[in-house]
């Protein structure tokens, strides 16, 4: 294919040239405005035409198009029913110059590339069309079980979500029905989740909220229903003989809470009746601090490595009234803890009682797995510590009645020994209701927090 480009005056002259040149089957590339006129860039595929056999030649293509039109519809006339549609596409011919502008030529150039494009769009249409077609079938042949595959996944995907969509909107018309039918049973619930209780908890025992009771008298009613389902232990670690672990992940204050315990015997049966033994060898100073405290005591204080020493200062210890073991602490995950757990249950001499330590400002999920990690030992109860740092303690009493674990003892601060006191049901109740009372409460200001008389 041979390009020429045109300059004339104006469209007409252009097209005019671009005929006299090189004839009907020229096709037009492209136009543009430039300072000389009308430029016009043509293509043609055969060589260029005399100039003064123009009419012959035009007459003759014409008569050999309609010669071969001609035989093409009459020998193949039952056939072209059976020719697929893009086949008989494929064969279309692109219309010439002379075929779209005829003799005269048309009076603007936008009417000719309209044409143009249509006819090439048309033929670029079928191929496209053919393309694809053949892509599509060749996917379904080569790969049938992945797309089958993926479309599932997508479809169980979106029944997921469905599922998901609908339960949420059920349980919250389940709830909407349930506090229209006692909206009293429903604001109370909300107060108890609001102080920290759990869900659960909370729907078990406002069901048993009478039915005349005000307001104030449900909540009292409740709180004393929630004060008769927390266990205690009372003063039974210090009343009873015997060795006692405390374990519990880190930071809880397993080491300052011996240590409290430990004055606290000292000064009820004497200090030599009183030891102290650590099996944490993982924290830096670990022994250092409770030596220190033992020597503030007055009592005496081991280190174990592993199970076997633990053994044999158990035995050395044998006629000791009390025996405090402080342990390494470790997170939930952490696989150090089963290994700790393994050397408090590899004893031979001694019944060792273990309560765990956990501290009262955690969140319900922590404290729930905490207890779960703790599982694997018997557990004699709990004591709750850093109570002065909590603003909830639904949440800490929440898990120990789901576990229906027994509160030993309160710690509230860092004085040894004063800042411990054996665990009171009562007590325990009244804390957590202050606490909602004084930053709970929707109407509490910031102004009545700082006032903890009036808040109270």
Not at 42 to 68: G, H, I, V
Not at 255 to 269: C, D, E, M, N, P
Not at 408 to 430: N, W
């Amino acid at each position: 294919m041979k390009i020429r480009r045109f300059i004339g005056k104006d469209m007409r002259d252009a097209l005019n040239q671009v005929k006299k040149e090189l004839g009907g089957d020229a096709v037009i590339m492209s136009n543009k405005k430039t300072s000389e006129g009308i430029e016009i860039v043509a293509a043609y595929d055969q060589a260029k035409p005399e100039a003064n056999s123009e009419p012959n030649q035009r007459s003759k293509l014409a008569s050999e198009n309609k010669t071969a039109s001609m035989s093409m519809h009459a020998g193949a006339g039952n056939a072209k029913s059976a020719q697929p549609q893009s086949a008989r596409a494929a064969t279309q011919k692109v219309p010439s110059l002379s075929e779209i502008i005829g003799d005269s030529g048309p009076d603007s150039l936008r009417e000719l590339l309209e044409k143009q494009a249509s006819a090439n769009a048309s033929e670029s249409q079928y191929t496209d069309n053919h393309q694809v077609a053949n892509n599509v079938n060749r996917q379904k042949h080569s790969a049938p079980e992945s797309v089958s595959d993926s479309a599932i996944n997508e479809l169980k995907s979106e029944l997921n979500s469905l599922r998901n969509v609908l339960q949420f909107q059920v349980s919250g018309l389940l709830k909407q029905e349930r506090q229209s039918a006692h909206p009293m049973h429903g604001y109370l619930t909300s107060r108890l989740m609001d102080m920290g209780i759990s869900s659960q908890i909370a729907d078990d025992i406002v069901s048993y909220t009478p039915e005349n009771a005000d307001e104030r008298q449900a909540w009292l009613f409740l709180l004393k229903l929630l004060s008769n389902r927390i266990q205690t232990t009372g003063n039974a670690i210090l009343a009873d003989k015997g060795v006692v672990a405390l374990v519990g992940p880190t930071g809880t204050g397993k080491t300052t809470t011996i240590a409290k315990l430990a004055a606290r015997a000292a000064q009820k049966y004497g200090a030599d009746q009183i030891a102290m033994v650590t099996i944490d060898s993982y924290r830096i100073a670990a022994f250092e601090q409770l030596a220190t405290y033992g020597k503030i005591i007055g009592c005496s204080v081991k280190k174990a490595q592993n199970a076997e020493e633990l053994s044999d200062i158990l035995f050395q210890l044998r006629n000791k009234r009390l025996v405090l073991i402080d342990t390494a602490g470790f997170g939930q995950r952490d696989s150090r803890l089963i290994k700790q757990l393994d050397t408090l249950n590899q004893h031979s001499c001694a019944n060792i009682k273990k309560y765990v330590v956990i501290q009262a400002n955690a969140q319900y999920k922590v404290l729930e797995h905490t207890l779960s990690a703790f599982s694997a030992i018997d557990l004699q109860g709990c004591i709750l510590t850093k109570l002065d740092e909590s603003y909830s303690l639904g949440e800490a009493l929440s898990v120990a009645i789901e576990h229906k674990l027994a509160v030993s003892y309160l710690t509230d601060g860092q004085r040894v020994p004063e800042d411990i006191k054996v665990a009171d049901a009562k007590f325990l109740i009244s804390a957590a209701a202050k606490l909602y009372k004084k930053y709970g409460l929707i109407h509490t200001a910031k102004s009545e927090q700082n006032k903890s008389a009036l808040a109270i």
